[in-house]
T-cell receptor, first 111, second 112 residues
Framework: DVKVTQSSRYLVKRTGEKVFLECVQD?????MFWYRQDPGLGLRLIYF???????EKGDIPEGYSVSREKKERFSLILESASTNQTSMYLC??????????FGSGTRLTVV | GDSVTQMEGPVTLSEEACLTI???????????LFWYVQYPGEGLQLLLK?????DKGSNKGFEATYRKETTSFHLEKGSVQVSDSAVYFC???????????FGKGNQVVVIP
Protein backbone atom coordinates (compact mmCIF):
# COMPACT_ATOMS: atom_id res chain seq x y z
CA ASP A 1 0.00 0.00 0.00
CA VAL A 2 1.07 3.54 -0.69
CA LYS A 3 1.89 5.45 2.42
CA VAL A 4 1.76 9.19 2.88
CA THR A 5 3.32 10.12 6.18
CA GLN A 6 2.94 13.46 7.88
CA SER A 7 5.63 14.00 10.48
CA SER A 8 3.42 15.28 13.29
CA ARG A 9 -0.18 14.57 14.32
CA TYR A 10 -0.38 17.57 16.63
CA LEU A 11 1.64 20.79 16.77
CA VAL A 12 1.36 23.86 18.95
CA LYS A 13 3.28 26.94 17.82
CA ARG A 14 3.45 30.56 18.85
CA THR A 15 2.36 33.51 16.73
CA GLY A 16 5.24 34.68 14.56
CA GLU A 17 7.12 31.38 14.57
CA LYS A 18 8.31 29.79 11.36
CA VAL A 19 6.60 26.43 11.04
CA PHE A 20 7.49 23.47 8.83
CA LEU A 21 4.99 20.72 8.07
CA GLU A 22 6.56 17.70 6.45
CA CYS A 23 5.01 15.11 4.17
CA VAL A 24 6.71 12.03 2.75
CA GLN A 25 5.37 9.47 0.29
CA ASP A 26 7.00 6.17 -0.52
CA UNK A 27 5.74 5.36 -4.03
CA UNK A 28 7.51 7.74 -6.37
CA UNK A 29 4.39 9.80 -7.07
CA UNK A 30 4.85 12.85 -9.25
CA UNK A 31 2.10 14.95 -7.73
CA MET A 32 1.80 16.12 -4.15
CA PHE A 33 -0.71 18.45 -2.51
CA TRP A 34 -1.31 20.42 0.66
CA TYR A 35 -4.86 21.11 1.83
CA ARG A 36 -6.24 22.68 4.96
CA GLN A 37 -9.47 21.46 6.46
CA ASP A 38 -11.74 23.72 8.49
CA PRO A 39 -15.25 23.04 9.86
CA GLY A 40 -17.91 24.23 7.47
CA LEU A 41 -15.37 24.98 4.74
CA GLY A 42 -14.28 21.51 3.70
CA LEU A 43 -10.83 21.07 2.18
CA ARG A 44 -9.14 23.95 0.43
CA LEU A 45 -6.03 23.56 -1.70
CA ILE A 46 -3.03 25.59 -0.55
CA TYR A 47 -0.27 24.49 -2.94
CA PHE A 48 0.58 21.55 -5.10
CA UNK A 49 3.62 20.23 -6.90
CA UNK A 50 3.78 18.10 -10.03
CA UNK A 51 7.52 17.45 -10.00
CA UNK A 52 10.68 18.13 -8.06
CA UNK A 53 11.24 21.88 -7.62
CA UNK A 54 7.93 22.60 -9.36
CA UNK A 55 5.05 24.19 -7.47
CA GLU A 56 1.76 25.87 -8.18
CA LYS A 57 -0.52 27.95 -6.03
CA GLY A 58 -3.83 26.54 -5.04
CA ASP A 59 -6.88 28.46 -3.90
CA ILE A 60 -5.51 29.89 -0.63
CA PRO A 61 -1.69 30.26 -0.87
CA GLU A 62 -1.41 33.50 1.11
CA GLY A 63 0.79 33.11 4.18
CA TYR A 64 2.26 29.81 2.99
CA SER A 65 5.13 28.58 0.89
CA VAL A 66 6.29 25.11 -0.12
CA SER A 67 9.43 23.23 -0.92
CA ARG A 68 10.00 20.12 -2.98
CA GLU A 69 13.69 19.35 -3.22
CA LYS A 70 13.21 15.59 -3.48
CA LYS A 71 10.41 13.68 -5.13
CA GLU A 72 9.28 11.93 -1.97
CA ARG A 73 9.07 15.00 0.28
CA PHE A 74 6.79 18.03 0.10
CA SER A 75 7.09 20.62 2.86
CA LEU A 76 4.59 23.30 3.77
CA ILE A 77 6.09 26.40 5.38
CA LEU A 78 4.35 29.05 7.43
CA GLU A 79 6.84 31.91 7.37
CA SER A 80 5.24 33.70 10.33
CA ALA A 81 2.45 31.71 11.91
CA SER A 82 -0.77 33.49 12.78
CA THR A 83 -3.79 32.37 14.78
CA ASN A 84 -5.95 32.18 11.64
CA GLN A 85 -3.67 29.40 10.42
CA THR A 86 -4.87 27.14 13.21
CA SER A 87 -6.30 24.23 11.25
CA MET A 88 -6.00 20.62 10.19
CA TYR A 89 -3.45 20.24 7.38
CA LEU A 90 -3.72 17.30 5.01
CA CYS A 91 -1.08 16.15 2.55
CA UNK A 92 -1.88 13.97 -0.46
CA UNK A 93 0.04 12.39 -3.30
CA UNK A 94 -1.00 11.03 -6.66
CA UNK A 95 0.75 9.39 -9.57
CA UNK A 96 -0.24 10.59 -13.02
CA UNK A 97 -3.53 9.04 -14.07
CA UNK A 98 -4.29 7.46 -10.71
CA UNK A 99 -6.10 8.29 -7.48
CA UNK A 100 -5.08 10.33 -4.45
CA UNK A 101 -3.66 8.96 -1.20
CA PHE A 102 -4.01 11.17 1.86
CA GLY A 103 -1.92 11.36 5.00
CA SER A 104 -3.51 11.28 8.45
CA GLY A 105 -3.24 15.01 8.92
CA THR A 106 -1.46 17.47 11.20
CA ARG A 107 -3.58 19.47 13.59
CA LEU A 108 -1.78 22.79 14.05
CA THR A 109 -2.70 25.21 16.82
CA VAL A 110 -1.16 28.68 16.75
CA VAL A 111 -1.35 30.49 20.09
CA GLY B 1 -15.03 27.79 -11.72
CA ASP B 2 -15.50 24.15 -10.89
CA SER B 3 -17.25 23.53 -7.59
CA VAL B 4 -19.11 20.99 -5.51
CA THR B 5 -22.12 21.65 -3.29
CA GLN B 6 -23.16 19.29 -0.51
CA MET B 7 -26.36 19.49 1.49
CA GLU B 8 -26.12 21.59 4.63
CA GLY B 9 -25.68 20.30 8.14
CA PRO B 10 -24.82 17.06 9.96
CA VAL B 11 -26.88 13.92 9.47
CA THR B 12 -27.98 11.87 12.46
CA LEU B 13 -29.78 8.60 11.95
CA SER B 14 -30.44 5.27 13.61
CA GLU B 15 -28.67 2.03 12.81
CA GLU B 16 -30.18 0.23 9.78
CA ALA B 17 -31.75 3.43 8.45
CA CYS B 18 -31.26 4.56 4.86
CA LEU B 19 -28.67 7.25 4.19
CA THR B 20 -28.66 9.76 1.35
CA ILE B 21 -26.19 12.64 1.09
CA UNK B 22 -26.82 15.02 -1.77
CA UNK B 23 -24.03 16.33 -3.97
CA UNK B 24 -24.30 18.56 -7.00
CA UNK B 25 -21.49 19.99 -9.08
CA UNK B 26 -20.61 22.74 -11.50
CA UNK B 27 -17.93 21.98 -14.04
CA UNK B 28 -16.98 22.52 -17.62
CA UNK B 29 -16.25 19.46 -19.67
CA UNK B 30 -16.35 15.98 -18.21
CA UNK B 31 -15.11 15.77 -14.63
CA UNK B 32 -14.47 12.65 -12.60
CA LEU B 33 -16.50 12.46 -9.39
CA PHE B 34 -15.53 11.03 -6.02
CA TRP B 35 -16.77 10.39 -2.52
CA TYR B 36 -14.18 10.41 0.25
CA VAL B 37 -14.73 9.35 3.87
CA GLN B 38 -12.87 10.60 6.95
CA TYR B 39 -13.17 8.49 10.08
CA PRO B 40 -12.47 10.17 13.43
CA GLY B 41 -8.80 11.07 13.83
CA GLU B 42 -7.82 9.90 10.37
CA GLY B 43 -7.09 11.29 6.92
CA LEU B 44 -9.37 10.95 3.92
CA GLN B 45 -9.95 7.63 2.19
CA LEU B 46 -11.45 7.15 -1.23
CA LEU B 47 -14.87 5.55 -0.85
CA LEU B 48 -15.97 5.37 -4.47
CA LYS B 49 -15.65 7.12 -7.79
CA UNK B 50 -17.19 7.50 -11.24
CA UNK B 51 -15.41 8.81 -14.28
CA UNK B 52 -18.18 9.27 -16.85
CA UNK B 53 -21.90 9.89 -17.12
CA UNK B 54 -24.17 7.06 -15.92
CA ASP B 55 -21.28 5.26 -14.20
CA LYS B 56 -22.16 3.90 -10.77
CA GLY B 57 -19.48 3.77 -8.12
CA SER B 58 -19.94 1.35 -5.22
CA ASN B 59 -18.02 0.21 -2.16
CA LYS B 60 -18.86 -1.08 1.35
CA GLY B 61 -22.60 -0.94 0.59
CA PHE B 62 -22.43 2.69 -0.57
CA GLU B 63 -23.43 3.70 -4.08
CA ALA B 64 -23.44 6.87 -6.17
CA THR B 65 -24.44 7.39 -9.81
CA TYR B 66 -22.93 10.07 -12.04
CA ARG B 67 -25.95 11.98 -13.38
CA LYS B 68 -24.91 14.47 -16.01
CA GLU B 69 -28.45 15.67 -16.71
CA THR B 70 -28.90 16.77 -13.09
CA THR B 71 -25.17 17.39 -12.40
CA SER B 72 -25.46 15.22 -9.32
CA PHE B 73 -23.59 12.42 -7.56
CA HIS B 74 -25.68 11.58 -4.50
CA LEU B 75 -24.33 9.05 -2.01
CA GLU B 76 -26.67 6.31 -0.77
CA LYS B 77 -26.57 3.37 1.57
CA GLY B 78 -29.55 1.19 2.31
CA SER B 79 -28.74 0.19 5.90
CA VAL B 80 -26.13 2.09 7.90
CA GLN B 81 -24.08 0.81 10.81
CA VAL B 82 -22.55 2.62 13.75
CA SER B 83 -19.16 2.12 12.08
CA ASP B 84 -20.31 4.34 9.18
CA SER B 85 -20.14 7.37 11.47
CA ALA B 86 -17.68 9.68 9.73
CA VAL B 87 -17.40 12.83 7.63
CA TYR B 88 -18.21 12.35 3.94
CA PHE B 89 -16.82 14.61 1.21
CA CYS B 90 -17.94 14.84 -2.38
CA UNK B 91 -15.21 15.91 -4.81
CA UNK B 92 -14.58 16.42 -8.48
CA UNK B 93 -11.53 16.48 -10.70
CA UNK B 94 -11.99 18.34 -13.99
CA UNK B 95 -11.00 16.46 -17.12
CA UNK B 96 -7.29 16.80 -17.86
CA UNK B 97 -6.71 18.51 -14.54
CA UNK B 98 -4.65 17.46 -11.55
CA UNK B 99 -6.64 19.15 -8.80
CA UNK B 100 -9.52 17.95 -6.67
CA UNK B 101 -12.27 20.36 -5.64
CA PHE B 102 -14.10 19.32 -2.47
CA GLY B 103 -17.51 20.00 -1.03
CA LYS B 104 -17.78 21.16 2.57
CA GLY B 105 -18.41 17.69 3.92
CA ASN B 106 -21.23 16.14 5.94
CA GLN B 107 -20.83 14.73 9.40
CA VAL B 108 -22.81 11.48 9.67
CA VAL B 109 -23.63 10.11 13.12
CA VAL B 110 -25.25 6.70 13.37
CA ILE B 111 -26.92 5.95 16.70
CA PRO B 112 -27.29 2.35 17.91
Amino acid sequence: DVKVTQSSRYLVKRTGEKVFLECVQDMDHENMFWYRQDPGLGLRLIYFSYDVKMKEKGDIPEGYSVSREKKERFSLILESASTNQTSMYLCASRPSGRGYTFGSGTRLTVV
Amino acid sequence: GDSVTQMEGPVTLSEEACLTINCTYTATGYPSLFWYVQYPGEGLQLLLKATKADDKGSNKGFEATYRKETTSFHLEKGSVQVSDSAVYFCALRPGGNNRLAFGKGNQVVVIP
